[in-house]
């Protein structure tokens, strides 16, 4: 409908002072952005045409099958809601980059910026950028420790490790030995789901969180910290692996696949395509659907929201949902592919 009102006004004015009214690029030029606006301010006769708010948006790397997720939610978001002209750069995991994206972002004139943080601490300076350009800003899944931001969109973190723990002692009758799969050091995810993990596993005494490591949110990093496991410990001496994301759960399934350990029950968080169909196929033993596009929906709708003038929300938050069935896999695998 933009569109349309952008060509009839521009017929119009032609017709009647002889102005012309600039094109718009195309979507897919740029893997860093989306669409173009649709009609700019100078071709909107004041009070006519509906405002279309230009927003920023800095996620961590699109190689994270959780990130695509994102990402696919947010360019149909883009097409759907006329208001909105969403610009989605990739900060390719580097806190560096993301820095520099949102400073790029501010420059380029965004009325706002939405912040997929890569690290608490080092991603804290984009929160203080925005709030110097004085422009909004709205944190979407991960946190950073500067809380100058307007509305953290996303979950409470802590509840998926909570989650994945309590599952894992439900599998194993309340007895047995378990591994942990950080994500990167100092991540949001990895302090708030390690600590929901450990308090879940806490209740249990028969149950012994043997070790931890950092498979950094990577599969082939998890698989190796899997190998080495299964070089240390012979069977049953790892009932379970609680890996903080789908990826690094997936590399500790192929591990115990090649070094025939399928007893151990592999446990992921994010509820990615891959994971529920491994749940379905009986090699993964569950998984926490992290529900990003409900998530990106609302972080995009909060930003228009405070745009408009409504005062934020401050927090917004949605609920995970725990999968370890293949009957619920099947549920969400419909809506992930």
Not at 66 to 86: C, R, T, Y
Not at 123 to 150: C, F, H, M, R, W
């Amino acid at each position: 409908m933009k569109k349309l009102v952008a060509v009839v006004l521009a017929i119009l004015l032609v017709a009647m002072v002889a102005v012309g009214c600039s094109g718009t690029a195309d979507p897919s030029a740029s893997a860093d952005t989306s669409k173009a606006a649709e009609g700019s301010e100078s071709a909107q006769p004041a009070g006519d045409a509906e405002k279309v708010w230009k927003i920023g948006i800095s996620t961590q790397s699109w190689e994270h099958e959780f990130l695509k997720n994102m990402v696919n939610a947010l360019q149909a978001i883009d097409e759907s809601m006329p208001d909105v002209e969403l610009v989605i750069v990739d900060s390719e995991d580097s806190v560096e980059k993301q820095l520099n994206d949102v400073d790029t972002l501010i420059a380029q004139g965004v009325d706002g910026i939405i912040l997929n943080a890569d690290s608490v601490e080092g991603s804290s300076q984009a929160v203080v950028a925005a709030k110097d350009a004085g422009i909004p800003l709205v944190e979407l899944v991960s946190l950073t420790e500067n809380e100058d931001y307007d509305t953290f969109v996303g979950t409470d973190v802590k509840a998926s490790g909570l989650l994945a723990g309590e599952m894992v002692a439900e599998m194993l009758d309340g007895k047995g030995k378990v591994f942990e799969i950080q994500g990167v050091m100092g991540h949001s995810a990895q302090i708030n789901r390690g600590a929901g993990i450990a308090e879940a596993l806490e209740a249990y005494p028969d149950i012994e969180l043997v070790e931890s490591q950092s498979g950094e949110f990577t599969k082939d990093k998890a698989m190796s910290v899997t190998e080495a496991w299964l070089a240390k410990y012979p069977a049953g001496e790892i009932d379970a692996i609680i890996a903080h994301n789908d990826g690094m759960a997936l590399g500790a399934m192929n591990a115990c696949i090649s070094a025939n350990r399928t007893e151990i029950k592999i446990i992921g968080i994010d509820g990615d395509a891959e994971a529920l169909q491994a749940v379905i196929d009986g090699t993964m033993a569950a998984t926490v659907v992290d529900d990003v596009e409900t998530e990106s929906r609302l972080a995009v709708e909060e930003m228009v929201s405070i745009l408009n003038g409504s005062e934020p929300k401050g927090q917004i938050l949605a609920e995970y949902i725990p999968v370890k069935t293949a009957e619920e896999a099947k549920v969400w695998l419909e809506k992930r592919q």
